[in-house]
């Protein structure tokens, strides 16, 4: 079978990273837009928001906030547009839907079970911060449970349905592959479903080679054709994962959301900077990066 074009996602900005710790992470609306819009430019197909404060850089899922850059990045770009539905810790499912529900899109993440979810190692490499909200943010985060059950994730499929997204089902460990199979087996999803595998978040599998390949080789049991995949390796990983994968014939994610860096040791300048990466070693070694229009063909999204 000929090989299909390998689909990239940037995550622009994220609810872990703050702005103390890379100048280039966008939170003001322009910022967030511009940086989507040279992100599909440089070769990403998905472009996955999450909303943030636009004074202070601070954690927002406030639809209205979503509406200060949307239309620039739909009106700038033929990329598809992936709302994000986990980005907050401490609001309820029926909350982290509501900019989905708002504005419709052609995709948005769904978080496919409960985590401990700590970005605690992060604070310790700063003394003072920018804002006065990061440093508690980060330290505070040891204690974080992210809440997806069940209950809300049916929730979250239930209340979705109406609009027809197709679900970025993100998986931070091999259990969450279980679970979305059993989701599927209730009716919940339609085949073929796209899933993230994520590794390297404290509180998930972490970010070995060999994770990816027991991921890979479970969800061809649990899956068979019914899903395509893409994969996130979180800070460090960033760059390696997404190389192996799309040798593997999966696709990727880049952005800030999940590495602030370009290189050891180096910060990113943006995340087109990434995106530019990633399409260079895709094509190095030979494959295509898919277009927009080949990324909603290879997903079946509503276009
Ligand atoms: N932050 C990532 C590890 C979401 O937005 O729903 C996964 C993520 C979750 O993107
Ligand atoms: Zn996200």
Not at 164 to 174: A, L, P, R, S, W
Not at 232 to 246: E, H, I, K, N, R
């Amino acid at each position: 079978m000929a090989r299909q074009p390998v689909i990239i996602t940037c995550a622009i900005t994220g609810a872990i990273h703050t702005p103390t710790m890379s100048d280039a992470l966008p939170y003001a609306p322009d910022d967030i837009a511009d940086q989507a819009v040279a992100a599909a430019e440089a070769g990403a197909s998905i472009l996955h928001l999450h909303a943030r404060r636009p004074h202070d850089g601070g954690v927002t899922i406030d639809p209205d906030v979503f509406a200060a850059f949307l239309p620039r990045v739909k009106q700038s770009t033929e990329a598809v547009i992936n709302i994000s539905t986990g980005g907050s810790l401490t609001n309820t499912i029926d909350e982290r839907v509501a900019p989905a529900l708002r504005f419709s899109p052609e995709m948005c993440s769904l978080n496919m079970g409960s985590m401990n979810f700590s970005f605690h190692p992060l604070a310790k490499r700063y003394d003072t911060w920018k804002f006065d909200w990061e440093r508690d943010y980060v330290a505070k985060s040891d204690g974080n449970i992210f809440r997806n059950t069940f209950a809300d994730i049916e929730n979250a499929a239930n209340q979705l349905a109406p609009h027809d997204i197709k679900f970025e089902h993100e998986c931070y460990d091999v259990g969450h592959l279980y679970n979305l199979r059993f989701c599927m087996d209730i009716g919940l999803f339609k085949a073929p479903v796209f899933i993230q595998f994520i590794f390297g978040i404290l509180g998930g599998i972490g970010a070995d080679i060999d994770n990816l390949i027991f991921m890979k080789r479970t969800a061809d049991r649990l899956f068979g054709d019914d899903y395509r995949w893409s994969v996130l390796g979180a800070g460090g990983a960033q760059m390696p994962f997404a190389t192996t994968a799309s040798q593997m014939g999966g696709n990727v994610r880049v952005g800030l959301e999940d590495s602030l860096s370009i290189s050891r040791g180096k910060l990113a300048e943006s995340n087109a900077q990434q995106v530019a990466k990633i399409r260079r070693i895709i094509e190095d070694l030979g494959s295509e990066v898919a277009t927009p229009d080949q990324a909603r063909d290879i997903l079946g999204l509503k276009g």
